[in-house]
């Protein structure tokens, strides 16, 4: 059974850093594109990040330059790295991982930024 485990995520101040795991088990991360999200509490998802299985990447305006996503294939974990945190960076943040018509979604952790 496949499984993400996003991990990583809490209590921040703004202008602090968080880095966020994406732990996958039962595939092998390297073979799909995997993707963030966040919701914030009472908003819809929105698209934070992707890496694609040949590691390009690509960002959302609102996190570009002060995001980074990048996989470790030994781990089978993609990350996401964030610094510069701001209050409007506060939700839930999800993992996906999709190819050929599957997708799999983590359960999610929550990034809280506020002083």
């Known amino acids: 059974q496949v499984q993400l485990v996003e991990s990583g995520g809490g209590l921040v101040q703004p202008g602090g850093s968080l880095r966020l795991s994406c732990a996958a088990s039962?595939?092998?991360?390297?073979?799909?594109?995997t993707e963030w999200y966040r919701q914030p509490l009472g908003k819809r998802r929105v698209w934070v990040a992707t890496i694609s299985s040949g590691g390009s990447t690509a960002y959302a305006d609102s996190v570009k330059g002060r995001t980074t996503i990048s996989r470790d294939n030994v781990k089978n974990t993609v990350f996401l790295q964030m610094n510069n945190l701001k209050p409007e960076d506060t939700a839930v943040y999800f993992c996906?991982?999709?190819?050929?018509?599957?997708?799999?979604w983590g359960q999610g952790t929550q990034v809280t930024v506020s002083s």
């Open positions: 039962g595939i092998t991360s390297s073979f799909y594109s």
């Open positions: 996906r991982a999709a190819a050929g018509g599957y997708q799999y």
